[in-house]
């Protein structure tokens, strides 16, 4: 691309020695040491470093233009922006031609349920004979039989992200669900993204570290909301305690569709059962009434069955179709992921207080009355620290037994994240302390029965622990197999 076109085409405050570039941008580079000749290099300011710091090394890799908030002593052209945050945002977007505008673009935020709700969606997108893209938690799939490419994050930064919309498109993918962090809607990564539809799953305490207070969590999250259109859709759980502050910000042009177990909504479910053999319940769709009888299991399942289905319902999906391919759909990888059947051992990414407390719920449910729920947990280091009394409540509340472990500690003593845990237990002379994980889940084979349900939360997917500077690999689901069935 031009630089003139690229200028012509963004907001900005001053362009330097713009006249003197004669080659195309090749490509866009926020990390220095990532820049190939011909990258246009962006100064991002974040929490720990400061772009600014490194566009020299960006411009001896090759860099031809800066994007900076403030004049550098520098042998190339730049340009000057009010935020590289935002700027990164939309010259990714008019880079790419602007992808998102000729996409069907569908964002899923909340706490919890984000990876499994996208999930659903696109499945019900494919048995409608759409084709449909994920991005997410668990890295970007073309379509459902794809393997999982890659993700550092949930929510990609901008060029990755608008370089997916670009290929999604140039392979003839119209339709895509992602989820939305509450990260990247705060730092602009979604930023002059068009989305046709938002879903939320809930809101509870998560990323404090970050956002400081809820009502900044709340205002990060509302943002994909705020900028739907006439003639989108927004999807809301009606039973969150946020929903009404949700439906405060969509604008009355927006198409709005709720559901809920407990509220009134356009989708809900009644008479809710739980066996070992899955979720029943029946589904309100607007006074039609269907029964569905689920392989997945736990309410929270319930929920993000129903958050699916109000997707459905909002783009025109044929409801009863889209039931019969919830009911054979068994989960995504580490959610609720029954690893070992006897005793029956359970991996989850529940890291956050709601999570934990829903899946334990959901354990207890299949939890045979002459045996114990055992728990294995931690809590992530250089995250939000006030939640770790909160998820020993609720671990020493659900739970007969308890194993309090490490999670990532990152660079924060495992012992003190630990400690931190253990202040929220009313007594802890029955709980079991291992900081090493693989241990803690030696301990639980050691203690469970056949009747027993053993569930090792935090998580999930992860095939990864960061233990200070070192990552290694560690895969709860390899070493619950390893341990309990040997293999």
Excluded: W
Aim: with cysteine.
């Amino acid at each position: 691309m031009r630089v003139n076109t690229l200028i012509d085409n963004i907001s900005y405050i001053e362009a330097v020695g713009i006249e003197d570039i004669v080659e195309d941008i090749q490509g866009i580079a926020y990390n220095s040491k990532k820049v190939q000749h011909g990258d246009l290099f962006i100064c991002l300011t974040g929490e720990h470093v400061d772009g600014h710091e490194y566009a020299d090394e960006a411009v001896a890799n090759g860099a031809i233009v800066c994007v900076v908030e403030r004049r550098l002593n520098l042998d190339i052209p730049q340009i000057v922006v009010s935020d590289t945050s935002q700027a990164i945002a939309q010259i990714s977007s008019v880079f790419y031609s602007s992808p998102s505008q000729k996409l069907n673009l569908i964002g899923v935020t909340g706490t919890n349920g984000k990876t499994t709700v996208t999930h659903l969606i696109q499945k019900l997108y494919e048995v409608n004979s759409k084709e449909c893209a994920l991005i997410g938690t668990l890295g970007h799939k073309f379509n459902s039989e794809d393997t999982y490419h890659d993700a550092k994050h949930t929510t990609p930064q901008a060029p990755e992200l608008q370089k997916l919309f670009y290929n999604f498109y140039e392979k003839g993918i119209k339709n895509v669900v992602m989820e939305v962090s509450s990260h990247a809607l705060a730092q602009h990564r979604v930023a002059y993204c068009d989305f046709n539809g938002a879903v939320l799953t809930n809101l509870t305490q998560d990323h404090l570290d970050f956002h400081i207070t809820m009502n900044n969590y709340f205002k990060a999250k509302a943002i994909l909301f705020e900028d739907l259109m006439s003639d989108d859709f927004a999807v809301i759980n009606a039973d969150d305690e946020y929903a009404s502050r949700f439906l405060e910000v969509i604008s009355p042009r927006v198409n709005v569709y709720t559901y809920g177990i407990k509220m009134p909504a356009d989708v809900r479910a009644e008479k809710i059962s739980f066996s070992n053999e899955g979720a029943s319940f029946v589904c309100d769709v607007k006074g039609k009434k269907y029964d569905v009888n689920l392989v997945m299991n736990g309410m929270f399942s319930v929920y993000n069955v129903l958050a699916a289905l109000a997707t459905a319902l909002a783009v025109g999906f044929d409801i009863e179709k889209c039931i019969k391919t919830l009911e054979t759909i068994h989960g995504v990888a580490g959610r609720f992921e029954v690893v070992v059947k006897k005793p029956v051992v359970i991996v989850d990414y529940a890291h956050t207080p709601d999570g934990l407390e829903n899946v334990l719920k959901a354990a207890r449910e299949i939890t045979p009355k002459e045996g114990q729920l055992i728990c294995i947990f931690g809590c992530g280091g250089d995250r939000d620290a006030t939640k770790r009394p909160k998820m020993g409540a609720i671990a020493e509340m659900l739970a007969d037994k308890v194993i309090v472990t490490s999670d990532n500690p990152r660079s924060e003593d495992p012992q003190q994240i630990i400690t931190d845990i253990l202040a929220g237990f009313k007594t802890t002379k029955d709980v079991i302390v291992e900081p090493d994980r693989e241990l803690a889940i030696r301990e639980a084979y050691k203690l469970a029965n056949a009747n027993d349900v053993v569930l090792v939360a935090g998580k999930g997917h992860e095939d990864y622990q960061i233990l200070a500077n070192e990552t290694i690999h560690f895969d709860d689901r390899e070493k619950v197999r390893e341990i309990f069935i040997g293999n």
